[in-house]
């Protein structure tokens, strides 16, 4: 049975971090975790980077048809998150896990709709494993603090990079 871990964190990830990250996605692949992700530069990217099959070993759910110089359906894993069974309860999901849904634009409200599917699988009944994110000191912040508040919700456990013994048990882990 396929393990799903969402790797996802700030754009501002620092590149220090966002070797880490790397790092991880490539251990995490040997074990079989598939990553769940966004698509977005910074972590997002830095997961993606260390996935070395990403068609078999990744789920990218892309906002829109287009996002970040990805192009949902040219390759299996870039998912248009709309297109998905679970789009609607998604969207749905901001007025949830969201502080201000109603200050969000249009296109904003994709991206925080997409991260339930990170966190919950296309169907959003599938949810990951375990979330693997970074954030400012590992605080509950930003785009990121969405998908964490999802991931609480439903006990899902999170790492974050953020926070420094996490930090050091994910370094001890690597080495």
Request: hydrophobic share 35%; glycine share 8%.
């Amino acid at each position: 049975m396929s393990r799903f871990y969402a790797g996802i964190g700030a754009r501002a990830t620092p590149p220090e971090i966002q070797e880490i990250m790397t790092r991880l996605a490539s251990k995490l692949e040997n074990e079989d975790w598939i990553l769940r992700s966004g698509g977005a530069a910074g972590a997002d990217s830095a997961f993606e980077r260390g996935v070395r099959n990403p068609q078999a070993h990744s789920e990218i759910y892309l906002p829109s048809r287009y996002f970040n110089q990805r192009t949902a359906g040219t390759q299996p894993q870039f998912l248009n998150y709309q297109s998905l069974p679970g789009a609607q309860q998604a969207h749905q999901t901001l007025h949830q896990y969201h502080p201000a849904p109603q200050r969000l634009s249009p296109f904003a409200q994709h991206l925080m709709a997409r991260n339930a599917m990170q966190v919950l699988g296309p169907d959003l009944k599938s949810p990951s494993s375990m979330v693997v994110a970074w954030t400012p000191g590992g605080a509950v912040t930003g785009g990121t603090g969405q998908a964490l508040r999802m991931a609480e919700t439903y006990q899902i456990p999170v790492r974050n990079l953020g926070n420094p013994e996490t930090m050091q048990s994910i370094l001890n882990y690597l080495n």
